[in-house]
């Protein structure tokens, strides 16, 4: 894989302008402008520049904006209740094209986490955005510690296992710093839709390339720029950088780019070094002067930096790509099985998997498992136990999904309720239960417990993400808000049907972002499956628990 696939990168800019092309080609309807898909379509794409303003170092625009699209598409979903009317509108792709389509997108995202993993990543611009937020988090250490996260906690330490293997190591960040050179530049203020950005004073006639500059601030009066510059002896960079940057920290964003380690984390290379001799030998190669290689990380004749994977990792990327997949797989089925149309599958599938959300969250494991659990209760609706076990499993991993419990039961009401009550209940008392066997040693049961139940997410540990810069009682008319969707979505539907059901699950799993306190807005896979779904649905007035909910082999029907 190296070898046919080196240096496969995206950068997060650049794959987001293809696939919003490669949407529009294939899903906007040029013949029908003012049409309810075009809608949905530029809502999907219009909550990518937020996550590239985070990506980037602007956390508060790109926080600002997850919030104002959201906003925006969670009326929309509200509204999908009152439409009745739903033309097939065909995908601009033919059934052929559609099934390669979604094969060859699928089959990329593997390699994708292969190759573009930490430190075996080939260009710090090409770290996807969850590597960002977990070098972020693994820098403040109360943010990222999982006891104060609601949740499952054996769940959230295994996805904090996973985002710290797929993301960049400290030895990165030391390399990616000890490779230049800094110095100070001039800078000036400019507002921006009311928020102040520094500005760089670097000469046009700068022999230095402009894709070299790499921005710190600090806390401090002063804040600095520096441009990156090649360094003739790679130890004095390394004794000089952490000196020049002693004491700077970070501004209250994600970073871009590396941040300054402190001095006592960086030192000097003993073995093996670069001495200036080698050190122009690899910049006449073509090669950036890069830090000391060991066996653990070596080039190949092409110039890929391979790092060894071990089983563990092996396994950790088998079950992120076997999770993306049953998502996939997943969506391909309800558009055959409950929709009645495979092409329609393949169609929904293929826009969730062009979304550059998932691009830049392809190995989160709370984004993907609450999400797999979530459709699957979608796919098997007919059976309301099974629904409630993965209803159950959903909110038992991330505390959410259990406000989608009184909707569903609320379209259970007349038919299944029972069944669907014990499911999700026995199967969070089951996960509870396996709480006092897979919890940590130095975890407190009880503390766990709560945590499992959702302490700390109605009253907040530490904030991160929108809420980090706002008052936090003002989450508190947000949260009441919720509660009065939650709890009316169960008395209140027109027509409680599949289509209501998927739309208003959708609805409510996208309210949860704007009181998350850790990154909300960014758990997108929550509910674009959903969204996704919604976009192609058919008419599904008559999909009602009544008519559809499989009775209990030995019962006899009976029709409210």
Not at 321 to 326: A, P, S, T
Not at 331 to 351: E, K, N, P
Not at 467 to 488: A, D, H, K, N, T
Request: hydrophobic share 50%; with cysteine.
């Amino acid at each position: 894989m190296p070898t046919s696939l080196f240096q496969y990168e995206m950068l997060p800019t650049t794959w987001f302008y293809m696939s919003s092309l490669l949407i529009l080609a294939v899903f906007f309807r040029f013949n029908r402008f003012f049409s309810i898909r075009n809608l949905d379509v530029l809502l999907l794409l219009s909550t990518t520049p937020g996550l590239v303003y985070i990506a980037m170092g602007s956390a508060l625009q790109g926080y600002l904006w997850l919030y104002v699209v959201g906003a925006t598409l969670f009326f929309r979903l509200a509204f999908d209740v009152f439409l009745r009317r739903r033309p097939l509108l065909a995908p601009n792709l033919n059934f052929a094209g559609l099934v390669f389509s979604c094969a060859a997108a699928s089959a990329f995202m593997i390699p994708n986490l292969f190759l573009n993993r930490g430190d075996a990543c080939e260009s710090p611009r090409a770290w996807r955005l969850e590597q960002i937020l977990t070098a972020a988090e693994d820098s403040d250490t109360d943010v990222g510690d999982v006891t104060l996260q609601p949740g499952y906690r054996p769940f959230l330490r295994a996805t904090q296992t996973t985002n710290r293997f797929f993301a960049p190591s400290q030895e990165s960040w030391r390399r990616a710093a000890a490779s230049a050179h800094m110095r100070k530049r001039d800078f000036q203020d400019v507002e921006f839709f009311g928020v102040t950005i520094r500005v760089n004073h670097t000469s046009r006639n700068s022999k230095r390339p402009a894709a070299n500059a790499m921005r710190w601030a600090s806390g401090a009066s002063e804040e600095y720029a520096y441009d990156v510059e090649p360094s003739e002896n790679l130890g004095s960079a390394v004794d000089t950088f952490p000196t020049t940057l002693n004491g700077v920290h970070a501004a209250p964003s994600i970073p871009s780019a590396p941040l300054a380690p402190t001095t006592s984390d960086v030192t000097p290379p003993t073995s093996p070094s670069l001495t200036p001799a080698n050190t122009s030998n690899v910049a006449e190669s073509g090669r950036s002067i890069d830090a000391p290689r060991d066996r653990a990380d070596q080039l190949d004749s092409v110039g890929f930096r391979w790092t060894p994977l071990s089983r563990g990792g092996l396994f950790l990327i088998l079950t992120v790509v076997v999770l993306q997949l049953g998502v996939v797989f997943t969506i391909v089925m309800i558009g055959g099985v409950h929709f009645g149309s495979i092409q329609t599958g393949f169609a929904a599938a293929l826009l969730y998997l062009l979304l550059p959300y998932i691009n830049q969250f392809s190995a989160r494991l709370d984004h993907i498992a609450p999400a797999l659990a979530i459709l699957l209760a979608v796919l098997y609706y007919r059976r309301p136990f099974v629904s409630g076990v993965a209803l159950g499993i959903a909110g038992s991993l991330v505390f959410y999904p259990f406000f989608l419990l009184p909707l569903w039961l609320g379209y259970y009401w007349r038919k299944g309720a029972a069944r669907f009550i014990i499911g999700a209940s026995g199967s969070a008392l089951t996960m509870a239960a396996l709480l006092l066997i897979l919890i940590d040693p130095s975890d407190s049961y009880a503390d766990a417990l709560a945590c499992f139940f959702g302490r700390n997410a109605l009253f907040l540990a530490e904030a991160q993400g929108l809420w980090e810069y706002l008052p936090r009682f003002y989450r508190i008319p947000i949260i009441s808000l919720f509660f009065v969707f939650c709890f009316g979505y169960a008395l209140w539907i027109p027509r409680k049907n599949l289509a209501a059901l998927i739309s208003c699950t959708a609805a409510l799993m996208l309210a949860t972002q704007f009181w998350m306190g850790r990154q909300g807005g960014v758990y997108m896979s929550w509910y674009l499956p959903l969204v996704v779904l919604t976009v192609f649905r058919p008419n599904l007035a008559d999909r009602t628990a009544v008519t559809t909910v499989v009775d209990l082999p030995g019962v006899a029907t009976t029709n409210a």
